[in-house]
């Protein structure tokens, strides 16, 4: 069994504050088909209230995280016009090393966003 895990943090930079509900989905690949592994909300502290993926389930492999950024630009005053600049924003990964700890986590505003490797 593996020891690693997968962990997200949602920061808005437009507000200067975590992103509180956006919807995030988690998939992995399996050759050229994607598949769903999970659902999470961010809390308050722009987290998910745990591991999005949790040492019981992490594996090697690509996956996927789709942060439905459009959703919570709208409920907090931030969208653009129609259609929206940023709407779903796919971060596709490859977890290689099954005991570490993979943290991704997403700063977005409405017209950029960035990623890394955290800790």
Sequence with gaps: MSEGFLTT??????????????????YRWDGDTRVEVTRKITND???TDG??????DFAVGTY?????????????????ASPRFLDVIPIRF?????????????????????TYRGS
Excluded: C
């Design 51 to 56: 591991p999005i993926l949790p040492a019981g």
């Design 9 to 26: 943090h949602v920061l808005d930079t437009a507000r200067g504050l975590p992103a509180a509900g956006m919807l995030i989905v988690l």
């Design 64 to 80: 996927e995280l789709a942060f439905h950024a459009g959703d919570y630009l709208d409920a907090n005053g931030l969208a653009d």
């Design 45 to 47: 502290d722009g987290r």
């Design 94 to 114: 490859g977890i290689n090393d099954p005991t570490s700890h993979y943290h991704v986590p997403l700063l977005v505003s409405p017209f950029s966003f960035s």
